[in-house]
């Protein structure tokens, strides 16, 4: 056992019981299965927040590995697309998002007597803009990985060295993080994404995968791995058929290929990029 899987283990065997806030990302699975492993069934629960913003491929990995470590799982729905200041799309939207989950999480913790309730945050995630962690530390949330000081490399390698299938899954925020700030985030904007997203799954594409959604009028913005910028380049034709018909108006391939918060950059830029 690793150096960083081991002072994990320690610091969750500490806890009473717990309850994850659960998505299914290799962070929050790490922490899901090794609270699983030294607390037992009947000490830990993973919950997963439902909502018009969370993927399905997600939803299904998430509970693909719930099953395959005996992890018990809760699902509840979310309303983060009911809150003005959340559908409003500003740099802090993450914000707005965690309040809304921990809110429902924590009085179920509460109400099973679930004496910690924790997140997948990691060390590198706590150099990041990341306004989300706020809410969850203003409730309650504690960030166990983090707290062990696993980084985003420590957590690929545990969750590998366990056998979790989510080791080498690119991240996948959930898909309001595709839409340009200040844009609203609705449904529909959701449904365009995901769907868009899918398709090009469907194709192929494997890795890091943005479609950025610049409004009606803009259209669409595919960032992918620059190994796949000129496969992509070359299928734009019927790409942009597909994504026409699930409403964009316009459909590029980012020649600088996928940047993680590109959208946050493009926001602090006078011109967009």
Known sequence: MSAAL??????????????VGYSGGVDSALLAVVLR?????????????RSASYPAAQWAAAQAVAAQFDVPLLELETHELEDPAYVANPTNRCFFCKTELWRRLVPVAQARGLAVVCDGTNADDLRE????????????????????????????????ALGLPVWNAPAAPCLSSRVAYGLSITPR??????????????????????????????????????????????????????????GFAR???????????????????????
């Open 189 to 246: 904007r959701l449904e365009q994404v995901e769907q868009a997203e899918a398709y090009l799954r469907e194709l192929g594409v494997s890795g890091d995968l943005r479609v950025r959604h610049h409004g009606e009028g803009e259209g669409a913005r595919i960032e992918v791995e620059p190994r796949w910028i000129p496969w992509v380049t070359d299928r734009l034709s019927f790409v942009r058929e597909r994504f026409q018909a699930l």
């Open 37 to 49: 492993r030294e607390l037992g069934r009947g000490r830990m629960l993973a919950v997963i927040g």
């Open 6 to 19: 081991t002072k994990l283990s320690g610091l969750v065997r500490s806890f009473r019981s717990a309850l």
């Open 129 to 160: 803009h990341r306004p989300g962690y706020a809410a969850g530390r203003a409730a309650g949330v504690r960030a166990p990985l983090a707290e062990a000081g696993l980084t985003k490399a420590d957590v690929r390698d545990a969750a590998r």
């Open 251 to 273: 459909v590029d391939v980012d020649s600088r290929g996928y940047r993680r918060g590109s959208l946050l950059a493009e926001r602090a830029s006078p011109e967009r990029a």
